[in-house]
Nanobody, 121 residues
Framework: QVQLVESGGGLVQAGGSLRLSCAGSGNIFAINVMAWYRQAPGKQRELVATITSGSSTSYADSVKGRFTISRDNAKNTMYLQMNSLKPEDTGVYYC???????????????WGQGTQVTVSS
């Protein structure tokens, strides 16, 4: 089994910072692309940032220049450094990863349970 567990969410004032973590555990042989998504109340889940196993990154236009995605392949962990937070960044942030397990049956997509980020104005 594979688990992705997010941490680091919380309540912060506008202009503040938070650092999210996503730790993978279980029967993991390798992780390909990892990503952060978020979902605001009443809205669809949206892609925030992605990072490949080679650490190539991409960002949604709304977070470019403010958020930084990174990963530690040895620890199967991904991070999201969020600076200059705005109220519109409020939502549940989800970790997503394409995982190859030791069963070697191809990459399978996994999701974390989400962590709440609330930015007050």
């Amino acid at each position: 089994q594979v688990q992705l567990v997010e941490s680091g969410g919380g309540l912060v004032q506008a202009g503040g910072s938070l650092r999210l973590s996503c730790a993978g555990s279980g029967n993991i042989f390798a992780i390909n692309v990892m990503a952060w998504y978020r979902q605001a109340p009443g809205k669809q889940r949206e892609l925030v940032a992605t990072i490949t196993s080679g650490s190539s990154t991409s960002y949604a236009d709304s977070v470019k220049g403010r958020f930084t995605i990174s990963r530690d392949n040895a620890k199967n962990t991904m991070y999201l450094q969020m600076n200059s937070l705005k109220p519109e960044d409020t939502g549940v942030y989800y970790c997503n990863a394409d995982v190859l397990t030791y069963s070697f049956r191809g990459y399978v997509e996994y999701w974390g349970q989400g962590t709440q980020v609330t930015v007050s104005s």
